[in-house]
C-alpha cells in the first residue's frame, strides 16, 4: 500500500478486502486498461474477475448472498479500482446505486426478487434519472407513467444511463401525476420504476416499446457503455414501483444519489492517487540540465500540491461514507467531497501531464487516458455548480441566525 491515502480504524476484514482489490487492479486491469480504452472495448473479463471476488455484492446484506459491507468499505474498493480504471468504477457504481435503492426502500418481494441475484452479478443495475433536456433540473422530468389498471405505461426518453446496454434491470424516474392535486411541487410527483429488460442494443426483445439506441461516442470514461433510451407506450406492472407507492421516487433516487457522489468522490481519488504514481515515478526518470527532474524544486513543489491534494480528497470522501454509515444525513459532506475530489482530480491530472511534457501528449503514455477521464467527474451525479448549492443551502441550515 502507498504512504498516501491511508485509511485509520479499518477492520482486518476491511483491510483483506482492500488488498484483494489492490491485487486484482495491479494484476488484473492496469495492464490491459489502456488498450481496451483506445479500443472502448467493454471490460468483459474483469467484470467477471469482479464477480468471483464478490465486489458486486459488497454492500448487499448477507441474507440476500452478499458481504453485507459498508459505505466505507464499497468506497474504498472503487478507489482502488478507479485507480486502475475509472471505466471498471463506473460499472459497479449504478449497479451500486441501484441495489442499495432497493435494499433502501424496496418492497419485500422486490428484496427478495432482485438483491440476491445482483449480489451475484447476474443481475447488473442502471440508474436513469437525465433527459436530453434536463439537465441539473431534476423537476423538469418530462418522461411519464400513466396507471393503467395493474399497470403503467410509460413514455419519453431517457440520457446518459451508464450501463444502458449492458445492465438487465434499470431503476427509472418518471412523473405520475395520479391522485395529486393540481399545482402539487414536481418532485412529489415522481414514481421509481424497476425496469427488467435484456442487455444489448436497438428494441428490447423483452420488453415492447423499450429501445437502447446504442452507444454514446464520449471523450473518455470509454468501455463502458453510456446510452440514451426510448420508451414508447411500455408497460409495467405496478409491482414495479419501487416501494410499492407512486410520488416517493424523488426522495429515493436523491438517497441513491447521495451513494453515487461518495463514489464519483472515490472515483477522483483514485484517478487523482494513479496520476500522481505517474507522475512522481517519471519525474525521477526523466533527467534535463544533467539530472533528473524531480530533483529540480520547481518539479518538487508541484509534486507536493498533488500529493496534499490527493491526501485531503481520499479524507473528506472517508468522512462522507463514515457519516452515511452511521445513519446520518451526509447530502453536505457528500457535496463537499464529490466537488473537492473532482476538481483536484482535475488539477493533480493535469500536473503530471505537465511532469510528463511532451510525452504526455502521446497515447503510448497512460496519462494521456487520465487526463481524458477526469473531466467526468466534473459533471457526474451532480455538476460542481450543484454541489456548491447543495453546500451553501445546508450551510444556511446550520448557521441560521436566530431571532
Not at 269 to 291: I, M, N, P
Request: aromatic share 8%; net charge negative.
Amino acid at each position: 500500500m502507498s504512504r498516501l491515502a491511508q485509511t485509520d480504524g479499518l477492520t482486518d476484514i476491511q483491510r483483506e478486502i482492500l488488498s484483494t482489490v489492490r491485487t486484482f487492479v495491479d494484476k488484473e486491469i492496469l495492464p490491459v486498461a489502456t488498450e481496451l480504452e483506445h479500443k472502448d472495448e467493454y471490460p468483459t473479463e474483469i467484470v467477471e474477475g469482479l464477480k468471483e471476488l464478490g465486489i458486486f455484492g459488497l454492500m448487499i446484506p448477507e441474507e440476500y448472498g452478499g458481504l453485507g459491507e459498508s459505505l466505507l468499505t464499497y468506497a474504498l474498493t472503487v478507489e482502488e479500482i478507479a485507480r486502475g480504471w475509472m471505466s471498471v468504477s463506473g460499472i459497479i457504481n449504478t449497479h451500486f446505486i441501484v441495489a442499495y435503492m432497493i435494499k433502501q426502500h424496496g418492497t419485500q418481494e422486490q428484496k427478495d426478487h432482485f438483491l440476491p441475484r445482483m449480489a451475484a452479478g447476474e443481475v447488473r443495475g442502471a440508474f436513469s434519472m437525465s433527459e436530453p433536456e434536463l439537465g441539473s433540473d431534476v423537476s423538469a422530468i418530462r418522461t411519464k407513467g400513466v396507471r393503467d389498471g395493474d399497470d403503467y405505461v410509460i413514455n419519453g426518453q431517457k440520457m446518459w444511463l451508464t450501463n444502458g446496454g449492458s445492465a438487465n434491470l434499470v431503476a427509472v424516474l418518471c412523473r405520475t401525476d395520479e391522485g395529486q392535486p393540481e399545482g402539487t411541487a414536481p418532485h412529489k410527483s415522481m414514481t421509481t420504476f424497476l425496469i427488467e429488460k435484456e442487455p444489448g442494443f436497438g428494441p428490447n426483445p423483452t420488453v415492447p416499446g423499450l429501445t437502447i439506441p446504442g452507444k454514446i461516442e464520449k471523450m473518455g470514461y470509454k468501455g463502458v457503455d453510456t446510452t440514451e433510451m426510448i420508451l414508447q407506450d411500455v408497460r409495467i406492472p405496478s409491482n414495479r414501483v419501487l416501494g410499492g407507492d407512486s410520488g416517493r421516487g424523488f426522495y429515493q433516487m436523491m438517497d441513491g444519489v447521495e451513494v453515487g457522489r461518495v463514489n464519483v468522490a472515490a472515483r477522483g481519488c483514485g484517478v487523482a492517487q494513479r496520476a500522481f504514481e505517474l507522475g512522481v515515478s517519471y519525474a525521477q526518470q526523466r533527467q534535463t540540465f544533467g539530472k533528473p527532474i524531480a530533483q529540480h524544486q520547481a518539479i518538487q513543489f508541484k509534486l507536493a500540491e498533488m500529493a496534499t491534494k490527493v491526501e485531503a480528497a481520499h479524507q473528506m470522501m472517508v468522512n462522507a461514507a463514515r457519516k452515511k454509515d452511521s445513519g446520518q444525513r451526509n447530502d453536505l459532506e457528500a457535496g463537499m467531497a464529490k466537488y473537492l475530489a473532482a476538481e483536484y482530480c482535475k488539477e493533480v491530472v493535469e500536473d503530471a501531464f505537465r511532469i510528463h511534457g511532451g510525452y504526455g501528449f502521446s497515447k503510448e503514455y497512460e496519462i494521456e487516458r487520465l487526463y481524458r477521464e477526469a473531466p467526468m467527474l466534473l459533471i457526474g451525479e451532480g455538476t460542481a455548480e450543484i454541489q456548491k448549492m447543495i453546500i451553501g443551502r445546508r450551510l444556511l441550515e446550520e448557521y441560521r441566525l436566530q431571532g
